[in-house]
C-alpha cells in the first residue's frame, strides 16, 4: 500500500515505560504495513528524534498537561470514589499517603476520606462523574489540540496508558471528533488504584482476566468483546529468540544477587541499608554462598543514594536502568541495549530481591526466585512505617495469594529464604509459573503482534 493512501494511525508516548514497550521494530513494524504513523510525545532529545526517524515515522512534540488545582481536587475526589465504591480502598494505603505528604494537607484527606462515603451513593457518583468530565473538557477545550486532529486526520488512535492526563486530554479531543481510540492499561496495579476509567475508548487492552475484570467492575455496560486480553509488550522481551544468551556469569562458585529497588529515596529510604546488611551477612558467613551482588535502581531514581555502597564495597554493582531527564519526571528514553541490559541481568541472576515490584514478575517469568521483604532499619523516619502496608495493596495481594514469592519479615527471615532459595532455586516454582498464568497473561513473545491486531481491527463501539 503505498504511504500517500495509507490510513494516519497517531500513537501517543507520554511516559518512559511507552517508550520502552512500543518504540521497537517487534511493534512498529507490524503496524506500518497497514498505516502512515504520527508519533505524539513530549519535548525529547535528540537521540529520541534520530530514533524515531530510523523507524520512517513523523512526530511532533506536544506540552504535557497539568491540571489546575480546582481540577486536581475535583479528579482525587473522585479516584478516592471510585476505589471505595468497587472495593479497591485500602485504609493502610490510605494511611501511607497522608504520610507522604506535608502536615498541613492531612486535613484534605481526612476530609476527602468522608466525601467519599457521600459520592459512592450512585446517584452522586454519577453526578461526580459528570462534573469531573465536564471540567477536564472545557479545560482541554482551551488546549488548541483540536489544530494538530485537524493536520493529521487521524483515522486512529493508540493510547498506551488511559490514566496518563496528557494522553486522556488528546483523546478527549480525539473523541470529540468521532475518531476510533484503543487505550491500554499500561500496569498490573492501575485499575485498582488509579480510580475512574473516561469513556472515550472504543476498545480497552488489558494483560490479563482479573484486570479485564477490573473494567467490567469499572464500566459494567461496556461491551465485553472491545476488552482484550492481549498480554504484556514489556514482558515479551524476556522469551523473545537470542535475547537470553549466555549462561550464569558465576566466578570461583560464587550465587548472583540481584537487588531490584522499587522506589525512589523518598518513598524507600532504608533500601541502600538492607543491602549493606545482606552484604555483611555474606562476609560474616551467614549465606552459605559467596555473592556476586547487582543493584538495579528504579528508572525514576535520580539521586545518589547508593553510591556510598560502591565505594565501600567496590565488588557490589550499581546499575541504573538507562539515562533519565530530570525535568519530566516520568520521561525516560531506554533504547533497545538498555533493554537487552534488563533481560540479561534477570537470565545471570541466582536470585532477585526487592521490596513489592513488578520485578518479581519479570523474575517469575524466568523462573527465577523472588524474596520480597516488608520490614526497615531506620526506626526513626517516619516514613518507613509505610513500607509494612504496601503488601496490603490490592494488586499485590493478587501476587502473594500465588505463593510463588518468600516474605522476609525481618533480617533473620531474609538470611534464612536467601539461603533457602540459593540451595534450592526450584522452589516456589509452580508459585512462580502461577504468577504468570494468572497476571502476566500470555506470555509467548507475540504480545506486540496481539496489541498490533487489537489496533488495526478496532471498530468504533457504540456503547460508551
Known amino acids: 500500500m503505498n504511504i500517500q493512501h495509507k490510513p494516519t494511525l497517531i500513537i501517543l508516548l507520554f511516559t518512559g515505560w511507552s517508550i520502552r514497550n512500543y518504540l521497537n521494530d517487534y511493534f512498529i513494524s507490524r503496524l506500518k504495513h497497514n498505516y502512515k504513523i504520527h508519533l505524539l510525545l513530549p519535548e525529547c532529545d535528540k537521540n529520541l528524534k534520530k530514533r524515531i526517524k530510523s523507524f520512517g515515522l513523523s512526530y511532533e512534540c506536544v506540552n504535557k498537561i497539568s491540571y489546575p488545582r480546582f481540577l486536581r481536587i475535583i479528579n482525587f475526589i473522585l479516584i478516592s470514589t471510585t476505589n471505595f465504591k468497587l472495593g479497591y480502598w485500602n485504609q493502610y494505603l490510605w494511611e501511607r499517603q497522608k504520610r507522604l505528604h506535608s502536615a498541613y494537607k492531612k486535613p484534605f484527606y481526612y476530609f476527602v476520606a468522608m466525601l467519599k462515603r457521600f459520592f459512592s451513593i450512585e446517584i452522586f457518583f454519577k453526578l461526580l462523574k459528570k462534573i469531573d468530565f465536564y471540567f477536564v473538557q472545557k479545560y482541554v477545550s482551551k488546549l488548541n489540540y483540536g489544530e494538530i486532529i485537524d493536520k493529521l486526520h487521524p483515522s486512529e488512535i493508540f493510547s498506551p496508558d488511559i490514566y496518563n492526563l496528557t494522553e486522556r486530554a488528546l483523546c478527549i ?14 500496569s498490573w496495579d492501575h485499575l485498582t488504584y488509579k480510580g475512574h476509567i473516561f469513556s472515550i475508548y472504543d476498545k480497552i487492552l488489558v494483560w490479563n482476566q482479573s484486570m479485564k475484570n477490573d473494567v467490567i467492575n469499572h464500566m459494567p455496560e461496556y461491551d465485553l468483546e472491545n476488552i482484550k486480553i492481549t498480554g504484556s509488550a514489556q514482558f515479551d522481551f524476556h522469551i523473545m529468540k537470542n535475547n537470553k544468551k549466555g549462561s550464569k556469569n558465576i566466578s570461583a562458585g560464587k550465587k548472583n544477587l540481584l537487588f531490584s529497588s522499587s522506589g525512589v529515596e523518598w518513598s524507600m529510604p532504608d533500601e541502600p541499608m538492607i543491602v549493606e546488611q545482606i552484604y555483611k551477612a555474606g562476609q560474616d558467613n551467614k549465606i552459605k554462598y559467596d555473592l556476586n551482588i547487582t543493584v538495579r535502581m528504579h528508572p525514576i531514581d535520580m539521586s545518589d543514594r547508593f553510591d556510598y555502597l560502591k565505594e565501600k564495597y567496590p565488588e557490589i554493582t550499581i546499575q541504573r536502568p538507562w539515562k533519565k531527564q530530570k525535568l519530566n519526571y516520568w520521561w525516560f528514553t531506554p533504547n ?23 520485578t518479581t514478575l519479570d523474575a517469575a517469568i524466568l523462573n527465577i526466585p523472588t524474596i520480597n521483604f516488608n520490614y526497615f532499619l531506620d526506626s526513626n523516619n517516619p516514613i518507613n512505617k509505610n513500607i509494612l502496608y504496601l503488601h496490603e495493596g490490592y494488586h499485590y495481594k493478587r501476587l502473594i495469594r500465588c505463593n510463588g514469592v518468600k516474605i522476609a519479615t525481618n533480617f533473620s527471615e531474609m538470611i534464612n529464604h536467601i539461603n533457602e532459595y540459593l540451595d534450592n532455586p526450584k522452589c516456589d516454582t509452580l508459585g512462580r509459573t502461577k504468577m504468570v498464568d494468572e497476571l502476566c497473561g500470555k506470555v509467548d ?4 503482534k496481539r496489541i498490533a491486531e487489537a489496533i488495526i481491527n478496532n471498530k468504533k463501539a457504540i456503547n460508551i
Not at 480525539?174 to 499500561?186: C, D, E, H, Q
Not at 533493554?339 to 515490584?357: C, G, P, Q, R, W
Not at 513473545?445 to 506486540?448: D, Q, R, T, V
Open 173 to 186: 479531543e480525539f473523541r470529540n471528533k468521532n475518531i476510533n481510540i484503543t487505550g491500554a492499561v499500561l
Open 445 to 448: 513473545g507475540n504480545s506486540y
Open 336 to 358: 533497545q541495549k538498555d533493554v537487552e541490559l534488563y533481560t540479561k541481568t534477570l537470565v545471570n541472576s541466582d536470585l532477585n530481591i526487592n521490596y513489592a515490584s513488578t
